[in-house]
């Protein structure tokens, strides 16, 4: 018989916690009224944002022999 750890019982039940969370937003109007509203926040936030284009993203790349 295989004992159970604590780490694997806070694990399942850390799961179990969020498939539950999941269904009740999905499953209530409520809780599907504020995932479109977190959406809709997430994609304003995304358009508004500020892009720094002084730093080019290539220059993490390091298969890019020009960004060296």
């Given at each position: 018989?295989?004992i159970?750890?604590s780490?694997?019982?806070?694990?399942?039940?850390?799961?179990?916690?969020?498939?539950?969370?999941?269904?009740?937003?999905?499953g209530?109007?409520?809780?599907?009224?504020?995932?479109?509203?977190?959406y809709?926040?997430?994609?304003?936030?995304?358009?508004?944002a500020?892009?720094?284009?002084?730093?080019?993203?290539?220059?993490?790349?390091?298969?890019c022999?020009?960004c060296?």
């Open positions: 018989m295989q159970a750890t780490h694997r019982i806070y694990r399942i039940s850390g799961i179990t916690a969020a498939v539950v969370l999941a269904f009740v937003l999905l209530t109007d409520t809780g599907r009224a504020m995932l479109a509203w977190v809709l926040q997430s994609t304003e936030a995304i358009a508004k500020t892009h720094i284009h002084a730093f080019s993203l290539d220059r993490l790349d390091p298969t022999p020009q060296m």
